[in-house]
């Protein structure tokens, strides 16, 4: 049963920043927001996971409404590298993967 | 650190045979998941563990799977027998307890022939 809603596919002119939209309308109280992205042929890489605030590290920012129903993943100056499957979860210890969004980044 | 370790890297093996994938997680992590990738049906948690007991195996397919961790450094999936439709890859991954962060191996390609 997935959780999240993601747009299929999205395209980022490169050095732009990525603006990547999830729904879950259905978390919980507990559950956190995760997002992971998929590199072809490699396993899955975490880059950044939130509960209620705004997040940021190295890779990416997170930006969670304040009902917590949304949020958006955001990558400030996206490289050809970038490009990608990103998964939105939402969970606890065990993470369900939807079918993510398929990120390109074009030169 | 080597990160999480996957052997084989690549399987080709004949419907019927018994398949063991491989798994070593980061030294110091208590939980560990088996995932299984298919076009058809994305990336599926087959199994998780923590502190080498499973925790939850819905996700395993059918009896013809079977997962164990003996110790807190490796881990097994077993598929006996072997069906075309197993063909996949399958990722394991591991992770700290207070820690959220999943770290993934870089899979098992299997092909069923």
């Known amino acids: 049963d997935a959780k999240t809603t993601q747009p299929t596919s999205m395209d980022c002119a490169e050095g732009r920043a990525a603006n990547l939209p999830c729904n879950h309308s259905t978390i919980s109280g507990n559950e956190y927001v995760y997002w992971y992205r998929q590199i072809h042929s490699q396993g899955p890489q975490y880059i950044i996971h939130?509960?209620?605030n705004n997040e940021t590290n190295e890779m990416a920012s997170l930006i969670i409404t304040e009902d917590r129903k949304s949020s958006t993943l955001i990558l400030p100056h996206a490289t050809l590298r970038d490009t990608a499957v990103y998964y939105c979860i939402v969970g606890y210890d065990k993470v369900i993967f939807g079918p993510g969004t398929s990120l390109s980044v074009i030169p | 650190d080597a990160g999480v370790i996957q052997s084989p890297r690549h399987e080709v093996t004949e419907m019927g045979q018994e398949v063991t994938l491989r798994c070593k997680p980061i030294s110091g992590h208590n939980s560990l998941f088996w995932y299984r990738q298919t076009m058809m049906r994305g990336l599926e948690l087959l199994i998780y563990f923590n502190n080498n007991v499973p925790i939850d195996d819905s996700g395993m397919p059918e009896d013809r799977f079977s997962a164990k961790m003996p110790n807190a450094s490796f881990s097994t999936l077993k598929i006996q027998p072997s069906e075309p439709r197993d063909s996949a890859v399958y990722f394991c991954?591991?992770?700290?307890?207070?820690?959220?962060?999943?770290?993934f191996g870089p899979g098992t390609r299997l092909t069923v022939l």
């Open positions: 991954a591991s992770k700290q307890d207070r820690r959220n962060e999943q770290f």
């Open positions: 939130g509960l209620k």
